[in-house]
């Protein structure tokens, strides 16, 4: 069992950015691929980023490309997810997911673990 917790969300200005945190409970975090999914109202959950277990390999969704940068830190169970440069369409609610495969996922079912998630909103 994992347990997820985001942090670091907010209301930021159009431009600005924000820095998520996702940590995780359990000894075996470095076992797990991790991914970064949203989702803004009355619309499907949707990929944005995914890292692998040992952090080497990284994807992202075409629409935060070169915005945005996964990592994670292995010692402390936690995956962060830097923003930068956000629009008012990367308002939504944020969530990170663990799962058991090596690469992780752009698909959500995959996926074994959520968190709650953590709101960002970016004014115009």
């Known amino acids: 069992q994992v347990q997820l917790v985001e942090s670091g969300g907010g209301l930021v200005q159009a431009g600005g950015s924000l820095r998520l945190s996702c940590a995780a409970s359990?000894?075996?975090?470095?076992?797990?691929?991790m991914g970064w999914f949203r989702q803004a109202p009355g619309t499907e959950r949707e990929f944005v980023a995914a890292i692998a277990r040992s952090g080497g390999r990284k994807y992202y969704a075409d629409s935060v490309k070169g915005r945005f940068a996964i990592s994670r830190d292995n010692a402390k169970n936690t995956v962060y997810l830097q923003m930068n440069s956000l629009k008012h369409a990367d308002t939504a609610v944020y969530y990170c997911a663990a799962d058991r495969l090596e690469y992780g996922s752009r698909l959500t079912a995959p996926y074994d673990y959520w968190g709650q998630g953590t709101q960002v909103t970016v004014s115009s």
């Open positions: 359990g000894r075996t975090f470095s076992m797990y691929a």
